[in-house]
Nanobody, 118 residues
Framework: QVQLVESGGGLVQAGGSLRLSCAAS????????VGWFRQAPGKEREFVAS??RSGGSTYFADSVKGRFTISREYLQMNSLKPEDTAVYYC?????????????????WGQGTQVTVSS
């Protein structure tokens, strides 16, 4: 069983940056694809970004493209906006390929809060 723990969330002003980390207990990420999702109050969980198991492919939601980057260990968020405020979840899969939906990932973290003030 893979247990994921996110860290790095917090409060930041609009235009600022945060780096979210995702750690897997007892394992390294070199055999897992990783995705990030977020859920704002009153909204459904939505896809943010993902990276394939090989690390060779990445995919971003249009709303974060050009501002966020991803590796298997972190999500770098730049030029943050108030609409980025949400709980951010890390997810992982041992499957090859790249996934942009929740169903593509078997393992999930508990989430970390990101709040962007205007």
């Amino acid at each position: 069983q893979v247990q994921l723990v996110e860290s790095g969330g917090g409060l930041v002003q609009a235009g600022g940056s945060l780096r979210l980390s995702c750690a897997a207990s007892g394992r390294t990420f070199n055999r897992y694809g990783v995705g990030w999702f977020r859920q704002a109050p009153g909204k459904e969980r939505e896809f943010v970004a993902s990276i394939s198991r090989s690390g060779g492919s990445t995919y971003f939601a249009d709303s974060v493209k050009g501002r966020f980057t991803i590796s298997r260990e972190y999500l770098q968020m730049n030029s943050l906006k108030p609409e980025d405020t949400a709980v951010y979840y890390c997810a992982a899969t041992p499957k090859a390929g790249i996934y942009m939906t929740s169903s593509g990932f078997e393992y999930w973290g508990q989430g970390t809060q990101v709040t962007v003030s205007s």
